[in-house]
């Protein structure tokens, strides 16, 4: 068979970083796009192109170059309290850059005879409010913050795009998927940071906002798995990726300081403004779809994703704390 090329848009973030690791060992050749801010930019890679979502005229250009045979979505401005900062930012990159990318390949479609799958990083935040629990397929979204607004239009555009000119155009509905590369700005990853550099003496307080707040979070490397399995289909179709099981931020904060052997009341303080306008309560996830149509099923429990982002964050605090 020949090798199959993927375009990987925001490549450097978590989940590209699993995906193009998922796609290189089945023996894809993989390209990425890179936004002008991201780490490691001015370094030669023949692989990478920098792209960003705002900007709709070079993506012609490296279909040209790339010749994919999938691309997966995965760039976003993609934290959900700086989309209340930002929000015209945030629906420009995050919804209008979804449907650049869908246009695009349409277009090159159409000029080169080329097919190209595509796959659409949505997101458990369109449901928002929940109107069901557990939410599946069919459950009304209620956005609740210029992210996930964002995220509802390019949901529907690629449904849109399916519809309309059908093309092979999927969407991920994937809950918290977390992982020893998450960005630091996120609660898990703040909270295993700040365990780590607590335990070697490098940090004294950490600042929450909602620690009620419920999420159902699995671990990235299973859920790009499923993002893949996805893009193998006869026909393209949207599926919820989750454990099913939900937690609170308190809970996930007990396991991580427990792991340490650290006492939380001393050190952790409520932020009120890391409060968000509007508040996503809770969220847990319903695949039953993904297991039976995908086959997929998690594999990392909750306990195990927090230890292991622990563990990795105290071997980082270590080095830290050494080369003072
Ligand atoms: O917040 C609460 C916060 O920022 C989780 C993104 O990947 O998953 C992510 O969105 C919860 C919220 O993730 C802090 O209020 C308390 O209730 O880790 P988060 P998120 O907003 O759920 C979805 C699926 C996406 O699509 C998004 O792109 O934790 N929380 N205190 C805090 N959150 C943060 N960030 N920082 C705090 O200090």
Redesign the pocket.
């Known amino acids: 068979m020949p090798t199959k090329s993927a375009l990987i848009t925001g490549i450097c973030g978590q989940d590209g970083r699993y995906l193009s690791e998922l796609l290189l060992s089945k023996g894809y050749e993989v390209h990425g796009t890179i936004a002008s801010r991201a780490p490691g930019v001015g370094e030669a890679d023949e692989n990478l192109f920098y792209w960003d979502l705002s900007d709709g005229t070079n993506l012609q250009q490296i279909f040209k170059e790339t010749q994919p045979d999938e691309v997966y979505n995965l760039a976003a401005q993609?934290?959900?309290?700086l989309s209340f900062e930002l929000p015209i930012h945030t629906a420009n990159v995050t919804g209008v850059g979804t449907l650049r990318v869908l246009e695009a390949i349409r277009q090159f479609q159409e000029t080169s005879g080329k097919q190209i799958r595509f796959y659409q990083a949505s997101?458990?935040?369109m449901f928002g409010q929940v109107k069901h629990s557990p939410q599946n397929e069919d459950t009304p979204f209620h956005p609740r913050s210029p992210?996930a607004c964002a995220k509802v239009f390019g949901f529907w555009q690629t449904v849109n795009y399916r519809e309309s000119y059908g093309m092979f155009a999927c969407n991920g509905i994937?809950?918290?998927h977390e992982s020893p590369f998450r960005g630091e700005?996120?609660?898990?990853r703040?909270i295993t940071r700040a365990a780590a550099r607590i335990k070697v003496g490098l940090q004294q307080k950490l600042k929450?906002?909602?620690?009620q707040?419920r999420?159902d979070w699995g671990f990235a490397g299973d859920y790009v798995d499923a993002m893949w399995k996805m893009m193998q289909q006869d026909e393209a179709d949207d599926f919820v990726v989750a454990t099913g099981v939900t937690h609170s931020?308190q809970d996930f904060l007990e396991i991580a300081f427990g792991h340490l052997d650290l006492d939380l009341e001393e050190v952790v303080e409520t932020d009120q403004s890391?409060f968000?306008p509007a508040?996503?309560d809770t969220l847990c996830g319903d695949a039953s779809k993904a297991r039976e149509k995908l086959g997929w099923e998690p594999k990392v429990s909750f306990e195990e994703l927090v230890r292991m982002m622990v563990d990795r964050d105290l071997k980082i605090a270590e080095r830290d704390a050494a080369s003072r």
Do not use: D, P
């Open positions: 993609s934290h959900v309290r997101s458990s935040e992210y994937l809950f918290n700005a996120f609660v898990t703040k929450l906002g909602n620690t707040a999420r931020v890391l968000r508040e996503v």
